[in-house]
């Protein structure tokens, strides 16, 4: 390498240096799978190709540059090679993920365990990798200008390489999301930032960070309602996954999306924001006492949610976990998961199409009892990018649709109808669960909410997917379905108006932080935590 002649190098170049070599030597795990991953898709663009060392040697640039400061930045430099190489060749050779839990099971490993990795092949793999050129860059003389100068070089540097990260973006953002959300776990293969950030991680829980007291809220809750009938409640709440509410036909949506639900008397609430813009915010905001503005990841996993105080209630809590898991809303009820690995028509080895769910609950239903009921469905909805794959081949009504995973190469029109399909196909699952409970009315004033978690953009202004941060989120992303279907029995269980239930539907302004206090109302449970100006329905009930 050039600067081997050299002794002497300017901090800057030195660092660009790096960059290059931590990209194209120590990211070797990093890159054996992206030429895996662009060998398998049907058709790549070369410029995307082209860009993606640009990318990576441009990020690691801003964050080497960052972290070289005068007189610390050899010994960061040194120690940053040494450990690098190693992690290369233990997720190379043995496909060691560096996670928090690795980072524990490193300090806890004793000597006798460490010498069990030295063999040949490691030790030269490190003395080439790590050792030379850490012991290179240790006789290297780093140069720096004037304190002035060399932070006007910085600035150049940073913005430079920022520029041209934005510049990739313009042209192939969709190209690194597609193939970033279908290799979820490419981020873990990228070298130092990874095992860097899993490394601080343990260090701040392990060491810094106090876990916060659990948080009891709603110790008073209990059922109170009128019994009017003596028929007990049962309610079915289903938390879809990516559906956004423009697309919905009873939304005005001008496609035949709800053709299952459409003559089924369900009530769609028209305008309705979502708590985040990705599952692990929305789905414990929606179901936390915090609003979307209050919402802290921290405190919400720390306390009673929703289902806890519905259960203190009295009330027979259960959930079906179809989504690839419930961000813990569902831990302390019971709860039955839908594999993958499962096999069956509906299952292909990564997801089950929600059809899966429809069996299980109606045994679920089956159950004799006389103690109220909610029971949460969390489908997978309309999870991208593999839209196709939620839905079997006979709902795929909305024809030519996009049956691949890199999206950016299906038309617009494709697209939308691949997504579409899944809504439709959504609302079938709805529709039969719904049948489900008018059978049962007999025995239970029976009822049926449902909402997303959040939307999903489909190219609109150039985006794809969903999880911009809030403030930036296009309303694609943010407008969620929510649709309601109360039997008669359960209207009149909880004192409700249905003409003023379809006029709040139509006309009220929604969101999230509304489920909370409208299911404690609608299932007749009194708590000094209700707050009655946050339940939907509160200004239909009589009394
Ligand atoms: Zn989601």
């Not at 096999?343 to 292909?348: A, E, F, I, R, T």
């Not at 009892?369 to 196709?388: A, C, F």
């Not at 081949?393 to 617009?412: E, G, L, M, V, Y």
Request: with cysteine; hydrophobic share 40%.
């Amino acid at each position: 390498m050039v600067f081997f002649l050299r002794p002497s190098m300017s901090s800057r170049r030195l660092v660009l240096l790096l960059s290059v070599y931590f990209f194209f030597v120590l990211n070797l795990p990093l890159l054996a799978r992206l030429v895996d991953i662009l060998e398998q898709q049907a058709s790549v663009k070369l410029g995307f190709v082209l860009s993606i060392p640009v990318f990576f040697i441009a990020s690691l640039n801003v964050l080497f540059t960052l972290v070289a400061v005068k007189y610390l930045e050899k010994g960061i430099f040194v120690l940053l090679l040494l450990l690098s190489s190693l992690v290369s060749y233990a997720m190379f050779q043995y496909g060691v993920v560096f996670d928090r839990n690795m980072m524990a099971n490193i300090m806890q490993t004793h000597q006798g365990e460490a010498r069990s990795y030295l063999n040949a092949a490691s030790l030269l793999w490190f003395g080439l990798t790590g050792l030379l050129p850490a012991l290179l860059l240790a006789r290297v003389r780093i140069e720096h200008g004037g304190l002035v100068k060399d932070l006007l070089w910085k600035g150049v540097s940073v913005l430079g390489s920022l520029a041209a990260i934005a510049l990739i973006a313009l042209f192939y953002y969709k190209d690194y999301a597609s193939v970033g959300r279908n290799h979820n776990y490419l981020k873990q293969l990228i070298i130092p930032t990874y095992y860097l950030s899993s490394a601080g991680g343990y260090v701040n829980q392990t060491y810094l960070k106090e876990e916060l007291p659990w948080r009891t809220l709603g110790e008073d809750a209990r059922v109170e309602r009128p019994r009017h009938n003596g028929k007990p409640n049962l309610l079915v709440l289903l938390v879809g996954e990516t559906a956004r509410g423009m697309n919905f036909e009873l939304n005005g949506y001008p496609r035949e999306t709800n053709a299952f639900t459409q003559r089924q008397g369900v009530v769609s609430f028209q305008s309705v924001s979502a708590c985040g813009t990705a599952t692990a915010v929305a789905v414990p905001c929606m179901f936390s006492r915090q609003s979307r503005v209050e919402y802290d990841a921290e405190r919400t996993e720390r306390q009673d949610n929703l289902l806890d105080i519905m259960q203190r209630a009295g009330i027979d809590v259960g959930w079906f976990e179809n989504d690839g898991g419930c961000k813990g809303v569902c831990e302390r009820v019971p709860t039955q998961a839908f594999r993958p690995e499962d096999v069956g028509p509906l299952c292909d080895g990564d997801y089950c199409q929600d059809g899966v769910m429809l069996e299980p609950l109606r045994q679920a239903l089956d159950q004799p009892g006389q103690q109220d009921r909610v029971l949460v469905l969390h489908m997978v909805g309309s999870h991208g990018p593999t839209y196709y794959q939620r839905y079997p081949a006979k709902f795929a009504h909305f024809t030519p649709d996009c049956q691949r995973s890199d999206i950016q190469n299906c038309s617009a029109r494709e697209l939308v109808n691949t997504y579409d399909n899944t809504i439709y196909y959504s609302d079938y699952i709805i529709s039969q669960v719904l049948n489900e409970l008018k059978q049962r009315q007999d025995n239970w004033n029976t009822g049926l909410v449902y909402l997303s978690d959040h939307g999903e953009s489909l190219g609109e202004s150039g985006l794809y997917l969903h999880g911009m941060p809030y403030a930036l989120a296009p309303v694609e992303q943010t407008r969620v379905p929510l649709l309601m279907w109360l039997s008669d029995g359960l209207s009149q269980e909880a004192k409700l108006d249905s003409q003023c239930v379809q006029r709040q539907a139509k006309e009220g302004d929604f969101s999230h932080d509304n489920l909370f206090d409208s299911m404690l109302g609608l299932m007749g449970i009194k708590t000094a935590l209700y707050q009655p100006a946050l339940d939907m329905l509160a200004p239909c009930r009589a009394g």
